[in-house]
């Protein structure tokens, strides 16, 4: 089983940038693709971006694509989300994924049910 736990949420002005974290329990990290998802209020959760196990694939919904960056550190069992150029629609609960298993390459996870584990979650508010 793996626990996930993010943090570097917060309020950041629109254009600011932030960087969160997606910290990882146990020892088998790196069979994971990683994702990240967030949830506006009153809205479903959606996919902003995933990566492979080894961070050589990474996809990126439309709407974050050249302001978005996803990586990861597997000695760390951490997966980074940094976020530029951010907008108010950007405010969302974000949360990072993990879906077990070597067939997440090339394709990549993407739907919510293509993932095993979840976070709890990290706000994230960009005011005009």
């Known amino acids: 089983q793996v626990q996930l736990v993010e943090s570097g949420g917060g309020l950041v002005q629109a254009g600011g940038s932030l960087r969160l974290s997606c910290a990882a329990s146990?020892?088998?990290?790196?069979?994971?693709?990683m994702g990240w998802f967030r949830q506006a209020p009153g809205k479903e959760r959606e996919f902003v971006t995933a990566?492979?196990?080894?961070?050589?694939?990474?996809y990126y919904t439309d709407s974050v694509k050249g302001r978005f960056t996803i990586s990861r550190d597997n000695a760390k069992n951490t997966v980074y989300l940094q976020m530029s150029s951010l907008k108010p629609e950007d405010t969302a609960v974000y949360y990072c994924?993990?879906?077990?298993?070597?067939?997440?390459?090339?394709?990549?996870?993407?739907?919510?049910?293509?993932?095993?584990?979840w976070g709890q979650g990290t706000q994230v508010t960009v005011s005009s």
């Open positions: 994924a993990a879906a077990y298993g070597s067939r997440w390459t090339p394709r990549l996870p993407k739907l919510l049910n293509e993932y095993d584990y």
């Open positions: 146990g020892r088998t990290f790196r069979r994971y693709a």
């Open positions: 990566i492979n196990w080894s961070g050589g694939r990474r």
